[in-house]
């Protein structure tokens, strides 16, 4: 894995800056999921107490 992004570094000046614009997203993305994950989750805990 290494090896692939020191290739891709080299072939691609900004790299590093699309790096970072992809971590930000990801991050963006997690967060945006993650209460709805919660809440399902808490549903389904509710769901298994009740039976």
């Known amino acids: 894995m290494e090896k692939l992004t020191q290739a891709l570094m080299l072939e691609t000046p900004n790299f590093e800056h699309l790096l970072q614009q992809l971590e930000v997203s990801f991050d963006q993305m ?8 919660d809440q399902s989750i808490n549903k389904n805990k509710e769901v ?4």
């Open 48 to 51: 298994i107490k009740k039976k």
């Open 30 to 37: 997690v967060d945006s999921i993650t209460p709805r994950i």
